[in-house]
């Protein structure tokens, strides 16, 4: 080889180049070879690419595929399906409400027995007990299916799916923006 011609590694990738490597990238993460934080990782890498030698790394390790290409993987799908929140999540973000609650009832509770004179009678009792035997009795006998519980699941997926075409739209934005300069 003489001087005057580029190693492969050393040639500038075309978009078409980050786009099959990206593509390669989501084929493992739907086959379970990678874990959505190493995929997020190396796509942020292929992204940002902008000669062959530091894209071929980014898939060395995985095998090449066997079945011919299918049609796109839907990553904000893959994401919600590996996305699992905690089942005591919801119960223990009720009981910070319900301590929220507590406070702002004590502190009524105080001002007003500051303003008399006298320690009053403590209300806050009666509707923090009515609010934690609530909670309690949710835990004990939790609902099968709410209409409310679904809707906050599909708002969930519609979150993440916004978060992850957001997150594709600010990485074609910065490409964009270094080919122009």
Known sequence: MGSDITPHSGMRAADADRDAVAQRLASALSEG??????????????MSATVFGELEPLTADLPTSQQPDREPVDLAAVGAENYAPSP???????????LGGAIIMTG?????????????????????????????????????????????????????KDRHAERRRRKMRRRDHRRHR
């Open 88 to 98: 005591w999540r919801e119960w223990f973000d009720e009981w910070r409400w319900w």
């Open 33 to 46: 070879r990678l874990d959505l934080a190493e995929y997020e990782r190396r796509l942020d890498t292929a």
């Open 108 to 160: 009524i509770w105080g001002v007003s027995s500051l303003r008399d004179g006298e320690f009053t009678h403590f209300w806050p009792a009666i509707p923090l007990g009515i609010w934690a035997a609530v909670l309690l009795a949710h835990l004990v006998f939790p609902s099968r299916c709410d209409d409310d519980d679904l809707d906050l699941d599909v708002d969930v997926e519609d979150r993440e």
